[in-house]
């Protein structure tokens, strides 16, 4: 698993983007708590419940 840290202009983190080996991704807050995922499979973005969001990845709109 890699992880990809999200920053604004003046360095404080946002959130995390968690890539697992499935390619599947999971949006985690400053604090860590799951807010999303992307599952390249069905090309779409799942809230943390698992609920639709949108078509393809809009994981940091959910920030």
């Keep these: 698993m890699s992880r990809q840290t999200l920053k604004d202009r003046n ?3 946002l959130g995390y983007i968690d ?3 499935s390619g599947r991704q999971c ?3 400053s604090n860590f708590h799951v807010i ?3 599952d390249p499979g069905r090309n779409q973005t799942l809230d943390a ?4 969001v949108g078509n393809g990845n809009i994981l940091t709109t959910l920030l």
């Design 11 to 13: 360095n404080h983190v």
């Design 27 to 29: 949006l985690r807050n």
């Design 49 to 52: 419940t698992f609920h639709v």
């Design 36 to 38: 999303g995922y992307y």
């Design 19 to 21: 890539v697992e080996s």
